[in-house]
């Protein structure tokens, strides 16, 4: 079983940056694609970034061209590097990773944009 701890999250504001990273620990090398989605307040969760497992990224058009996301396998992390960013990028931030048959999810981590 893997287990996803998210950390990073904090009040920024607009046209700041923000660096996420994602924990994974238990059975790391069974994860095959991690992303990140988030929710705002009263919205539902929206994908924001995969990252597959050969590395490829693809991103919402949303975000496209100001967040950047990785992963460092072997260690089992995952990251998002957030710029330029705006209010309407305020949410929880949740890591989802695919691993083992099973989608497993993050806590959450508060992102909010304010001046």
């Known amino acids: 079983q893997v287990q996803l701890v998210e950390s990073g999250g904090g009040l920024v504001q607009p046209g700041g940056s923000l660096r996420l990273s994602c924990a994974a620990s238990?059975?790391?090398?069974?994860?095959?694609?991690a992303g990140w989605y988030r929710q705002a307040p009263g919205k539902q969760r929206e994908w924001v970034t995969t990252?597959?497992?050969?590395?490829?990224?693809t991103y919402a058009n949303s975000v496209k061209g100001r967040f950047a996301s990785s992963r460092d396998s072997a260690r089992g992390m995952v990251y998002l590097e957030m710029s330029n960013l705006k209010p309407e990028d305020t949410a929880v931030y949740f890591c989802?990773?695919?691993?083992?048959?099973?989608?497993?999810w993050g806590q959450g981590t508060q992102v909010t944009v304010s001046a």
């Open positions: 989802n990773v695919f691993a083992g048959a099973s989608w497993i």
């Open positions: 238990g059975s790391i090398s069974e994860i095959v694609n």
């Open positions: 990252i597959a497992r050969d590395g490829a990224t």
